[in-house]
């Protein structure tokens, strides 16, 4: 079992910068994946970032690609997204999560959410 919890959200202007983290407990972290995901009202959840185990190799959803950047502390077993250049359409819930896999296996694991706002 994991438990994840997110904090950082807020409220910002539009061009402004949050940083969101996720705290993990339970696991062993750095045996998880992690990804970023979203929620805006109405519409679906959608993937933003992932972050392999050891913090190599990361992805992006085409919408953050250039503003936003995932990172991880496995010492202190933490997940992070720096998001910058924030826009309205950037206003969702923000959830994490992890996986047991790097690639191609499903979230397991999800935090409860941390709500960002991006006023124009």
């Known amino acids: 079992q994991v438990q994840l919890v997110e904090s950082g959200g807020g409220s910002v202007q539009a061009g402004g910068s949050l940083r969101l983290s996720c705290v993990a407990s339970?696991?062993?972290?750095?045996?998880?994946?992690m990804g970023w995901f979203r929620q805006a009202p109405g519409k679906e959840r959608e993937f933003v970032a992932h972050?392999?185990?050891?913090?190599?190799?990361?992805s992006y959803a085409d919408s953050v690609k250039g503003r936003f950047t995932i990172s991880r502390d496995n010492a202190k077993n933490t997940a992070y997204l720096q998001m910058n250049i924030l826009k309205p359409e950037d206003t969702a819930v923000y959830y994490c999560?992890?996986?047991?896999?790097?690639?191609?296996?499903?979230?397991?694991?999800w935090g409860q959410g941390t709500q960002v706002t991006v006023s124009s």
């Open positions: 999560a992890a996986r047991d896999g790097d690639y191609g296996t499903p979230y397991k694991y």
């Open positions: 972050i392999v185990r050891s913090g190599e190799d990361t």
């Open positions: 339970g696991r062993t972290f750095s045996n998880w994946a």
